[in-house]
Nanobody
């Protein structure tokens, strides 16, 4: 059974930091690109950041560039999203996604709430 366990969300004041973790089981983790997505109330799910399986190249949406950092530890089957200088508009449920060869899996989501 494939599982993606996301954790690390919480309530933080604007300007604060959180680190999200996504730990996978049931897959060959090294093969998979991992992405973080978020969905705010009343809005569509959007990609936040991704990290490739091969060369570790990364992608960030413009609104988080310079504030968020994605990294992966293949030995621990875990991807991290370090979120600094958080803003109220970052408030959302954050989901991790594992993608390889047209197959993807989703984690259960972790709530991030940033107060102003």
């Amino acid at each position: 059974e494939v599982q993606l366990q996301a954790c690390g969300g919480g309530l933080v004041q604007a300007g604060g930091s959180l680190r999200l973790s996504c730990t996978a089981s049931g897959i060959t983790f090294d093969d998979y690109a991992i992405g973080w997505f978020r969905q705010a109330p009343g809005k569509e799910r959007e990609v936040v950041s991704c990290i490739a399986s091969t060369d570790g190249s990364t992608y960030y949406r413009d609104s988080v560039k310079g504030r968020f950092t994605i990294s992966r530890d293949n030995a621990k089957n875990t991807v991290y999203l370090q979120m600094n200088s958080l803003k109220p508009e970052d408030t959302a449920v954050y989901y991790c996604n594992a993608y390889w060869n047209r197959v993807d899996y989703w984690g259960q989501g972790t709530q991030v709430t940033v107060s102003s």
